[in-house]
């Protein structure tokens, strides 16, 4: 009888435990941490143990070298370039990205006919499959041939663009950089846009009838009332743009794979020239790992921002 009361004491006790919010908790993010540690963590793991070895193509082993693949690069003019390019891309087309997509957000808040048709097309972009969308914007911009470019069919018809001196998008680095910048904020800003709005749409009705009441309209309200509400939310916004911008590979690498003369070169593209073309999978995972502390800082260094600008 003692033992029998004893192991329905420890049944009860596991069922309890069982019920118990932690043990819940724990039990449903299980299956979504051990995704994330083999899709994620296995493969970094492999780059962080590769970028210390002299690895090449054909072999997942090499010879311990420290951090002689670092110093290489860093040595490297077409590296420090590479980083170099990386910053000004990120910048340029998240800042793009935040004044259009915060402009949409507050036009689309407004009732108008056919605003769903403009919803559906402002989204298309981040719905579309990237490499199709870029292959598409690289015969706009005329695959290498300014003269089969339709952009410059469409400036020189409005009379922006001389016939006889037409732009060469994909051929010059400050063009050829200029379109790459175009392009990721052009694919960006759907997700911005759809953030921002639903960091309007959280603002309480009664936050505007106030502000009205207290006679804040315009700018006035914008500044004093709405970029404060929206702030936290958009940094999230920012924070993942410049993830999604900073990792991204295909852009820069279908609409110029680095050049002319490695001047569109980022460190997504460069790693994959160093690691799978030429075959330096050693040098090729410490580029790629260039990013990570980088990343890291920004991440960290913005969600501490949001955390202290939100409203209370």
Same mark, same amino acid.
């Given at each position: ?6 192991r ?9 435990a069982?019920?118990?919010r932690?043990?819940l908790?724990t ?10 540690? *083999?899709l994620? &963590?296995?493969?970094? +793991?492999?780059?962080?143990y590769?970028?210390?070895?002299? /690895? %090449?193509?054909?072999? #997942? ?38 004044v ?22 402002i ?12 292959t ?34 994909l051929?010059?680095?400050? *063009?050829?950089m &200029?379109?790459?910048? +175009? ?8 997700? /911005? %846009?759809?953030?921002? #709005? ?34 936290p ?35 997504t ?29 920004v ?14």
């Amino acid at each position: 009888m003692v033992t029998m009361a004893a192991r329905g004491s420890r049944l009860k006790g596991l069922r309890y435990a069982a019920e118990g919010r932690g043990f819940l908790a724990t039990l449903l993010i299980s299956p979504a941490v051990l995704f994330i540690a *083999a899709l994620v &963590g296995a493969p970094l +793991a492999l780059a962080v143990y590769l970028s210390f070895t002299d /690895a %090449t193509a054909g072999s #997942l082993t090499g010879k311990w070298i420290g951090l002689g693949n670092f110093r290489t690069e860093l040595h490297d003019p077409v590296f420090r370039g590479a980083l170099w390019h990386t910053f000004l891309l990120t910048a340029i087309s998240q800042a793009i990205v935040v004044v259009c997509a915060g402009l949409l957000a507050h036009g689309l808040m407004r009732s108008f006919r056919g605003r769903w048709i403009l919803r559906f097309l402002i989204l298309l972009p981040w719905a579309a499959p990237i490499a199709l969308t870029v292959t598409g914007w690289y015969w706009i911009y005329g695959a290498g041939i300014p003269e089969a470019s339709v952009l410059n069919w469409f400036l020189i018809h409005l009379h922006l663009e001389s016939a006889t001196n037409v732009t060469n998008w994909l051929g010059t680095p400050r *063009a050829a950089m &200029g379109s790459i910048i +175009a392009v990721q904020a052009w694919r960006t800003i759907p997700f /911005a %846009t759809v953030i921002f #709005l639903a960091g309007i749409s959280s603002i309480p009705q009664e936050v505007d009838d106030a502000a009205a009441i207290d006679g804040a309209t315009g700018l006035k309200k914008f500044w004093y009332v709405s970029l404060p509400l929206q702030l936290p939310i958009a940094l999230v916004a920012v924070l993942f743009g410049v993830i999604f911008t900073a990792t991204d590979m295909i852009v820069p690498y279908v609409l110029t794979n680095g050049g002319p003369f490695n001047s569109t070169q980022v460190l997504t593209t460069w790693a994959f020239q160093i690691g799978i073309v030429s075959g330096n999978v050693g040098q090729g995972a410490a580029i790629a790992l260039f990013m990570l502390p980088l990343l890291a800082l920004v991440t960290i260094g913005m969600l501490v921002f949001a955390r202290k600008a939100e409203v209370t």
